[in-house]
């Protein structure tokens, strides 16, 4: 199992990964990628961070679990690899993007361009068995998770945090809303957004102009 994180992301979590409650979850993660098939392959294990450095998070999304089908997981929250089908809650937030920016739906689902502009795409547990969903949930990833998000509200200003969903704002409790912008909606899953509270809810654009009112560029959704 090839396992590396970023350099920005390393100096800042050490504390973290000497705690014992990780080095169990990576003695347990260890016996997992060698005896079951996990998602996403272990080298992608710390993409969202690999993919989007400390200094450059401007926005992030929270997610929950990986997607846990062959091929999908490409450790981004809510992001699946080129050439996979967009699961439904992708279709729909691309939807929402569209009606909110006018932006047309792209063809693929990889999210690794909006990574690359500082979008943390963060799930609270970043690996999971394969057709197993929640399957690793409790072994230590969302105390890690619940570190990373503390740390990025504590030690940075002017970041977006969008959670979608009860889970995510849960999560987001130890946010400072007062230095950042907390956007809170429905989860884009299609039976939570048939009931209203997703769509017109105008996050990305509301992330925009507030990125640009604290003088940091956009993303380009």
Same mark, same amino acid.
């Given at each position: 199992? &090839?396992? #590396?994180?970023?350099? /920005?992301?390393?100096?800042?979590?050490?504390?973290?990964?000497?705690? !014992?409650?990780?080095?169990? *979850?990576?003695?347990?993660?260890? =016996?997992?990628? #060698?005896? =079951?098939?996990? @998602?996403?392959?272990?080298?992608?294990?710390?993409?969202?961070? &690999? /993919?989007?450095?400390? +200094? +450059?998070?401007?926005?992030?999304? *929270?997610?929950? +679990? !990986? @997607?846990?089908?062959?091929?999908?997981?490409?450790?981004?929250?809510?992001?699946?690899?080129?050439?996979?089908?967009? !699961?439904? /809650?992708?279709?729909?937030?691309?939807?929402? $993007?569209?009606?909110?920016?006018?932006?047309?739906?792209?063809?693929?689902?990889?999210?690794?361009?909006?990574?690359?502009?500082?979008?943390?795409?963060?799930?609270?547990? *970043?690996?999971?068995?394969?057709?197993?969903?929640?399957?690793? =949930?409790?072994?230590?990833?969302?105390?890690?998770?619940?570190?990373? $998000?503390?740390?990025?509200?504590?030690?940075?200003?002017?970041?977006?945090?969008?959670?979608?969903?009860? @889970?995510? =704002?849960?999560?987001?409790?130890?946010?400072?809303?007062?230095?950042?912008?907390? *956007?809170?909606?429905?989860?884009?899953?299609?039976?939570?957004?048939?009931?209203?509270?997703?769509?017109?809810?105008?996050?990305? #654009?509301?992330? &925009? &102009? @507030?990125?640009?009112?604290?003088?940091?560029?956009?993303?380009?959704?």
């Amino acid at each position: 199992m &090839n396992v #590396s994180i970023a350099e /920005s992301w390393q100096t800042r979590l050490q504390f973290e990964f000497d705690k !014992p409650y990780f080095i169990a *979850l990576a003695e347990f993660l260890r =016996q997992e990628y #060698s005896t =079951q098939r996990v @998602y996403p392959p272990g080298r992608l294990m710390f993409n969202a961070f &690999n /993919s989007c450095s400390f +200094d +450059d998070t401007r926005v992030v999304i *929270l997610g929950q +679990d !990986p @997607y846990h089908g062959e091929g999908q997981a490409n450790g981004l929250a809510f992001s699946v690899a080129d050439g996979i089908s967009k !699961p439904p /809650s992708l279709v729909n937030i691309f939807k929402e $993007i569209q009606d909110d920016l006018g932006k047309p739906v792209p063809k693929s689902g990889n999210l690794e361009r909006w990574a690359r502009q500082g979008v943390m795409l963060l799930n609270s547990t *970043l690996t999971v068995r394969a057709g197993q969903a929640g399957s690793h =949930q409790g072994k230590g990833w969302e105390t890690f998770t619940d570190a990373v $998000i503390k740390l990025i509200s504590d030690e940075k200003q002017h970041v977006v945090f969008m959670l979608w969903g009860a @889970y995510a =704002q849960k999560k987001g409790a130890v946010i400072d809303n007062k230095k950042h912008l907390v *956007l809170k909606a429905k989860h884009p899953s299609p039976m939570a957004a048939q009931w209203g509270g997703w769509f017109g809810t105008k996050h990305f #654009s509301q992330a &925009n &102009n @507030y990125l640009e009112g604290k003088g940091l560029p956009p993303i380009d959704w």
